[in-house]
Nanobody, 130 residues
Framework: QVQLSQSGGGFVQAGDSLRLSCTATGRIFRIEDMGWYRQSLGKGREMVATITRDEVTTYVDSVKGRFTISRDYAKNSVYLQMNTLKPEDTATYFC????????????????????????WGQGTQVSVTS
């Protein structure tokens, strides 16, 4: 089993900064792409930023120049540094990770691949007031 645990978020004023963190734990062989998505009231989930294993990053246009995604391979973690926050950034933010995970064979006790699964964090609220 794999879990993504998020931290960070909160209530801030426009122009402030926040940092979101997300750590994957469990039976992990390898983590490929990681990312951050957000969903505001009445809207669908939107990609905010993604980072590949080779650290190629992509951002939605509305956050370019203000948000920075990064990852720590040793900690199986991904981060989102959010600067110059705007009221329109208000949303629930979710981290994601494409993970090659494994289970233990009952007979041999050896790890066996589960294949690749996209996992999601529990979500964290970011609220920005003007």
């Amino acid at each position: 089993q794999v879990q993504l645990s998020q931290s960070g978020g909160g209530f801030v004023q426009a122009g402030d900064s926040l940092r979101l963190s997300c750590t994957a734990t469990g039976r992990i062989f390898r983590i490929e792409d990681m990312g951050w998505y957000r969903q505001s009231l009445g809207k669908g989930r939107e990609m905010v930023a993604t980072i590949t294993r080779d650290e190629v990053t992509t951002y939605v246009d509305s956050v370019k120049g203000r948000f920075t995604i990064s990852r720590d391979y040793a900690k199986n973690s991904v981060y989102l540094q959010m600067n110059t926050l705007k009221p329109e950034d208000t949303a629930t933010y979710f981290c994601s990770a494409d993970i090659d995970d494994y289970y233990l064979n009952e007979e041999t006790g050896l790890p066996r691949s589960h294949g690749r699964t996209k996992y999601w964090g529990q979500g964290t609220q970011v609220s920005v007031t003007s």
